[in-house]
């Protein structure tokens, strides 16, 4: 089971390209989090390569959930 719904191509190719241009590294950590459970590795998977609570990833997650991609 996905925590994520379908992320079409071209917002994922512009989320990647964001995080890789953005000065703000919380940002494109983020970003990079979002890609990587859209990928289907699990929350603990992502806040571990992340090093990041579990917690934070998954407030990650709610936020994109409830707000897409705006800050």
């Given at each position: 089971?996905?925590?994520?719904?379908?992320?079409?191509?071209?917002?994922?190719?512009?989320?990647?390209?964001?995080?890789?241009?953005?000065?703000?590294?919380?940002?494109?950590?983020?970003?990079?989090?979002?890609?990587?459970?859209?990928?289907?590795?699990?929350?603990?998977?992502?806040a571990?390569?992340?090093?990041?609570?579990?917690?934070?990833?998954?407030?990650?997650?709610?936020?994109?959930?409830?707000h897409?991609?705006?800050?």
């Amino acid at each position: 089971m996905t925590i994520i719904t379908a992320i079409p191509d071209e917002q994922r190719r512009l989320m990647r390209k964001e995080a890789q241009q953005t000065r703000d590294k919380n940002h494109a950590r983020r970003l990079i989090a979002i890609l990587m459970l859209h990928r289907g590795m699990t929350v603990i998977e992502v806040a571990r390569l992340l090093c990041a609570a579990r917690s934070s990833a998954g407030r990650w997650v709610t936020w994109f959930t409830l707000h897409g991609l705006k800050d």
